[in-house]
Each structure stands twice: as structure tokens, then as C-alpha cells.
DNA sequence: TTGCGTGCAAAGGTTTTGCATGGCA
DNA sequence: TGCCATGCAAAACCTTTGCACGCAA
């Protein structure tokens, strides 16, 4: 769609910055307009919507819609995603819409099974689990 | 929200025959509309909206949007699906949009892993999980 | 008869697109 | 200077809501 970036623009440049000044957190477009427009750099949506977008072609950034409602979610998560070295998973809960990462080594395991076992190359980072988190499933 | 249902009424029956009628398929609230308006027996499109919520909170049908893109996705997977009898995983493609349905045991030990290490209760009709199928991840 | 279900129309929220203008290399 | 990037406005989409009427039990 979108592939190639030539230029760094005031407005790339500023994205980038601010992506990579709140690591691990779950930003919308919006937070990104209003993080801007409250420090007098204004970005038009429009093309933080397309500077994303790039982002997420280029692969440093990934993008995930939280249970498929509301607005889409980024996230910094660096050059060399693509290499499993930082397999970071989520978890959300259905019912109180809690968000959960998970660091664990033992989830490894599924990647290499999927790769192994089903040709699928798992892409942890754009995976979300859902069920009930501990709360939740205890009140239910 | 939409708890409890009372009435069978005549699109409620038809909309949970045509879901039966399709297992296995991702069915949108636009496949459903399409269907019933080429059969000549319409059902609008908020009852349908309406209708498949009560039945994903009674737990008969199962909704996801698959990468955060296009409508949401429904599809029945019956009464006791609660019962993790039924461990249907889905894989989705990011390149291609593949979508793959896996049944495999050896997933359940996520959930189990899930469960007894981070008091998470996957529920895995629900999660998707996200990558390259192998097609793509060679053509990478 | 009661109150849930239906469906139209309208609103709401998110994302995309057209197009003229701006700005990087 | 040549293109890509920007941003406004508008359109496109998907979904939800208000409200009057219909209908199952």
C-alpha cells in the first residue's frame, strides 16, 4: 500500500520521538493528536494516521485493535522485531478490559510449535490472547 | 448489557439457522443481511447487530475482527463451547489474510500454562493468532 | 396485556480519500 | 526542481442509539 518512506519530515520525526518515549504503552491516533496539540506542535491526523501506517509497514511499529473495539493501538517495538528475542505477549480481559504483558520464556514454545508443527510464523507482537483474567474468572 | 433473551421470534430463528447452516465460516453482519434479503425474508441490520450480541453473551456464537480491519466476524460455535472441548485456534495471515483453523492438542497446554502460571483463563474461540503462513513467510 | 423485539433514521466514532499546498533532498 | 508529505474537508465504514410500532408469550 504505502511501502517506501523517503523523506524525515518535522512531523515523522516527532512521531517517532514520541513513540519511543513511552515504551511498552498502548497509544491511538488520538493520543498522539492531543500529546501534540497540547505541546504546540500541531499534527494533522490524517497524516499521523499514514505516518503509522508506514511505521507498521517498516515494521517498527505494531499496531493491534483491543478486542476489535475502539480505535487501533501502536506501539513501538524497535528494529529487530522480527527476530524473537523479545517475545512479549498480551493478554486482555474480556470483561474488565484489562491489558496484561507477559514475559515469559515458557510461550516461546508455541511460536516454535506453530512453526514446527503448522508452518505458521507466529508474530507475538501482533497477538493478543483473550479470556478471563484471574479477577474476573473467580467473580464469574 | 443485553442479558437475558425471552422471545423466539422469527428472525432470531432464522438467524441462528443460517449460522448453523455455515460452520466453521467467519460470517459478517453484512453476510447475514445479504443472505436474508437475497432469500427474500430481510432482517434488518440493527436486529441482526442485536441479535448476535445476545447470542455472543449467551455464549453460542463467537465474535472477532480479524486484524482490527473490516467488520467484525461471528460464527456459532454451539452451547457448551465454555467447555474447552472444543479448542479451535485460528491463525490469521498478515500478509496473504489466510485465515487457518487449528485444531491441536498440543494448544491446550497454553491455556493450561496460562492458567496455572499467570490466572489467566484463555478462552481460545476468541484469540487469534497473528504471523505469516508458510506460503508468505518463504516468499519473505 | 405486557414488555421485549424490530427496524428506520440518525448519530457516533474511526479511518480513508481527494486535492491543493508545503517542504525535503 | 521533482516528488513525496501534509492537512483540510468530505466521504466511507462500521456500529450504536432513540423512538414508535409490532409481536411473542
Redesign the pocket.
Known amino acids: 500500500m504505502n511501502r517506501k518512506?523517503?523523506?524525515?519530515?518535522?512531523?515523522?520525526e516527532q512521531l517517532i520521538e514520541f513513540l519511543l518515549a513511552v515504551p511498552g504503552k498502548h497509544i491511538?491516533?488520538?493520543d498522539v493528536c492531543e500529546h501534540f496539540r497540547n505541546n504546540g506542535d500541531?499534527?494533522?491526523?490524517?497524516?499521523v494516521?499514514?505516518?503509522l501506517?508506514k511505521l507498521v509497514d517498516e515494521g517498527v511499529v505494531n499496531k493491534y485493535?483491543l478486542d476489535g473495539v475502539?480505535?487501533?493501538c501502536f506501539e513501538y517495538v524497535g528494529k529487530d522485531s522480527h527476530v524473537a528475542k523479545n517475545s512479549c505477549f498480551h493478554c486482555k480481559c474480556v470483561r474488565c478490559g484489562r491489558l496484561i504483558h507477559l514475559q515469559c520464556s515458557e510461550l516461546d514454545g508455541i511460536q516454535r510449535h506453530l512453526y514446527e508443527h503448522h508452518g505458521f510464523s507466529l508474530n507475538p507482537m501482533r497477538t493478543v490472547f483473550y479470556g478471563l483474567c484471574s479477577d474476573c474468572a473467580e467473580r464469574e
Open positions: 518512506t523517503q523523506y524525515m519530515t518535522r512531523q515523522r491511538t491516533v488520538n500541531e499534527i494533522g491526523q490524517t497524516t494516521y499514514r505516518q501506517d485493535t475502539g480505535p487501533a
